[in-house]
């Protein structure tokens, strides 16, 4: 089982990384449970995204320990880092965080500068893809070549530029 968190602020793609993973997860043929919280404003206020996946029932939408924290901002972080238990993984956004910054040593911090990593893409609203392949790339949750996979027919499907969306997945994996 994995419990993960995905948080960040309106706008920066986190409902819709946790819509995609629950996607993934499901074709792969896990139970899966999305569940999303945020604030009212339209952009600039929390947005979390939890994703429960299994090979069994779910109990619970809402677990209290995480095995991933997938944070775009520091108030994230800051908010449910301890919840992520020892040995978890931590995917940060470098770019919200001052350098030097103490991350908990008893887990696998994996530090990203997505926006960095996004716009190189020329896809500024891919860091959030590029997150999720940080995440596939330091975690055994979903096998890399079968997200890329499903993640290029939910595009596909959508219509939306695959090739610059899956370069931000690839980027993103590449941060071990």
């Known amino acids: 089982m994995a419990d993960i968190m995905l948080g960040g602020i309106g706008g920066q793609g986190v409902l819709t990384a946790g819509k995609i993973l629950t996607e993934i997860a499901a074709a792969v043929g896990e139970n ?4 999303s919280e945020y604030s009212a404003e339209m952009r600039g206020g929390f947005a979390y995204s939890r994703v ?3 090979q069994e029932e779910i109990g619970s939408p809402y677990p209290d320990q995480l095995d991933v924290l997938v944070t775009m901002d520091q108030a994230t972080y800051d908010k449910f880092n301890e919840t992520v238990v020892p040995n978890g993984c931590i995917v940060v956004n470098s770019a919200a965080f001052p350098e030097g910054f103490a991350f ?12 960095h990593l996004a716009a190189q893409a ?12 940080a995440m596939v ?3 055994d949750i979903i096998p890399a070549d079968r997200f890329a996979e499903i993640l290029t027919q939910y595009f596909t499907a959508k219509g939306k530029h695959v090739e ?3 370069q931000c997945y690839y980027l993103g994996y590449g941060q071990q």
């Open 104 to 115: 908990r040593s008893d887990v696998n911090i994996v530090s990203v500068d997505a926006p």
């Open 52 to 54: 429960v996946i299994s």
């Open 137 to 139: 790339a330091n975690t």
């Open 164 to 166: 610059v969306n899956l």
């Open 32 to 35: 899966v449970c999305w569940t």
């Open 122 to 133: 020329k896809n500024p609203r891919g860091a959030n893809l590029v997150m999720l392949g």
